[in-house]
């Protein structure tokens, strides 16, 4: 009798884990951002400034999980270099959060993110892992999709990460914007094609360095698709 009940609370939990998962939606993205990277420093000693030689075109890759009114995403930036006067930089982000759909086509999200850079050594010819550094905190952001003529539609969003922390420089202080607007294309229910502007700002200050600033800006056209699955 015993293993009876146990086999009966067995079957009815993997019956309940069937059907919750047969209610998750998913969605899988990919984009392609051709951009250029402009970064100002300045302390009290002076100032510098510098621009990528040519735009980067970066990957970028997102999947996301959906239960009703709420969704867990993941999506990366894969690593992309910039080819800059001083020394070539290379860099990929990631971030993870959840996110509420607080009114058809809008949405709430909370979450983390996490940006790992290194610079190429031009005495060594090679890349310096003893400069890899790594921002990492929290970010919310929203967004938002308008539907326009036939199967054209608006979208944009915007993430603020207030308060970045940066290792190995722990007492410097980071604000991190992402803004992106655009015009989408539906070629059915699950298929959507994208085009739009994407703009970041990396706002750097640590008052332990002679109240170092820096400034990060990369701005440019990304071109995106997207799938429901």
Request: charged share 20%; net charge positive.
């Given at each position: 009798m015993k293993f009876a009940r146990t086999a009966i609370v067995l079957a009815a939990a993997l019956g309940a884990g069937s059907a919750m998962a047969q209610d998750i939606q998913f969605s899988g993205g990919l984009k392609a951002w051709n951009h250029s990277f402009d970064i100002n420093a300045a302390n009290r000693l002076g100032s510098s400034s510098d621009s990528s030689n040519f735009n980067t075109t970066s990957t970028l890759l997102s999947v996301t999980a959906r239960k009703g009114e709420y969704f867990l995403t993941y999506s990366m930036l894969l690593p992309s270099t910039y080819a800059l006067n001083t020394g070539d930089i290379k860099r990929q982000d990631s971030d993870i959060a959840v996110g509420w759909n607080f009114m058809p086509g809008y949405s709430v999200l909370v979450g983390q993110k996490?940006?790992?850079?290194?610079?190429?050594?031009?005495?060594?010819?090679?890349?310096?892992?003893?400069s890899t550094s790594t921002d990492k905190g929290a970010f919310i952001a929203l967004t938002g999709a308008q539907s326009l003529k036939d199967k054209f539609f608006a979208y944009?969003?915007?993430?603020?990460?207030?308060?970045?922390?940066?290792?190995?420089?722990?007492?410097?202080?980071?604000?991190?914007?992402?803004?992106?607007?655009?015009?989408?294309?539906?070629?059915?229910?699950?298929?959507?094609?994208?085009?739009?502007?994407?703009?970041?700002?990396?706002?750097?200050s640590d008052p332990s360095r002679g109240n170092y600033n820096q400034m990060?800006?990369?701005?440019?056209?990304?071109?995106?698709?997207s799938y429901n699955f």
């Open positions: 996490v940006i790992k850079s290194k610079v190429y050594d031009l005495d060594l010819q090679s890349w310096n892992n003893s944009e969003s915007i993430a603020y990460a207030p308060k970045l922390k940066s290792s190995p420089e722990t007492n410097s202080s980071i604000k991190f914007t992402t803004l992106e607007v655009g015009l989408g294309y539906a070629l059915d229910n699950k298929t959507q094609l994208t085009i739009g502007v994407r703009n970041q700002k990396y706002d750097l990060v800006k990369l701005n440019g056209l990304i071109f995106g698709a």
